[in-house]
């Protein structure tokens, strides 16, 4: 229940053939965008999703090709007839920054509304989403977000029967909110079971891999995350630049319990990245080279309990 497109799977640089990476997301007619390259709007028009529905922009850091889109997307945004808040959320600057490159897009028909990230760590709720932020391990300051979409244990008709609460009132406890009748408080814990499986995907470009990576990962059902370099020729380049080579992503995701690794970000310098499928393949075997306006459908595993 989860609708999810990688827009693009290039670094650095668009070109002809590879768009730079980003990512949206689509839940009850809301969209989520990570990251802003140069060219990021064209491909959501070629994904299907809606401008109109963009709700939430995540960037992860301040390079041009995570950002330089920008002031042209939310122009386009304003032009859809948007006038609904549009919230940014970025590292220490990101106010600032969207302020300098929105000079060529002014007068836009809707507020931003901004939360710059302070900690290492931090946690934000939107609506029924839990979106989490961890510092990753770049030459500038850069972020990594996991979207996680959280499911309540399944409700319990009978012990609502017991306690004696009106079926009129079952809707919300099942929405997991508590409810008042003839002057008692009840609470969803009252009736539903055991909190089930939800869904949860994980997204980090521009970084070394660290320990706190494997935990932010861990138990994903889709970590996309980058492939700057694949060849054991550019480890020394990857060190220097601070990005990750596939075999790493791949370790990352074996030892995360990921679901489903899509490698992203691919250095201008590889032509095919399918020719170096195995550095990853070999470590952890759900790994899939995604082109561009790669999409999935993430739904709830079906559970009896």
């Known amino acids: 229940m989860l609708d999810v497109c990688l827009l693009g799977t290039g670094g650095t640089m668009p070109l002809p053939q590879r768009a730079l ?10 969209n989520i965008l990570i990251d802003c390259g140069e060219g990021t709007q064209v491909m959501i028009r070629k994904s299907g999703f809606s401008l109109n529905r963009i709700d939430t922009i995540l960037i992860t850091h301040f390079h041009a090709d995570h950002i330089s889109g ?17 919230r940014i959320i970025g590292g220490k600057g990101i106010i600032d920054i969207v302020k300098s490159l929105c000079v060529i897009a002014p007068d836009l028909p809707f507020n931003i509304e901004y939360h710059e990230i302070t900690m290492s760590y931090e946690k934000f709720m939107f609506d029924e989403l839990r979106i989490e932020s961890l510092r990753l391990e770049h030459n500038v300051p850069c972020y990594g977000y996991s979207v996680s979409l959280d499911r309540l244990g399944k409700f319990q008709p009978q012990k609502a029967l017991d306690l004696g609460i009106p079926q009129k009132m079952w809707t919300l406890l099942q929405k997991g909110e508590q409810t008042e009748y003839n002057g008692k408080v009840f609470l969803p814990e009252q009736v539903l079971g055991n909190p089930r499986k939800g869904l949860k995907i994980t997204y980090c470009t521009d970084t070394r891999p660290t320990k706190d990576l494997i935990d932010f990962a861990r138990n994903s059902d889709l970590f996309i995350c980058e492939g ?28 995360a319990n990921v679901r489903q690794l899509w490698l992203t970000h691919f250095s201008p310098s590889i032509k095919d990245p399918n020719e170096y499928e195995n550095l990853a393949f070999s470590l952890f075997s759900n790994t899939l080279i995604p082109n561009d306006l790669q999409m999935t459908e993430l739904k709830f595993e079906h559970e009896n309990i």
């Open 21 to 30: 990476t980003s990512l949206i997301i689509k839940y009850k007619g809301k």
């Open 70 to 86: 920008l002031p042209g997307l939310l122009l386009s945004i304003g032009k859809s007839e948007r006038t609904e808040p549009v």
């Open 228 to 255: 700057m370099y694949a060849d054991d020729s550019k480890l020394q380049k990857a060190i220097l630049n601070k990005h990750m080579m596939f075999h790493e992503a791949a370790a990352i995701a074996q030892q």
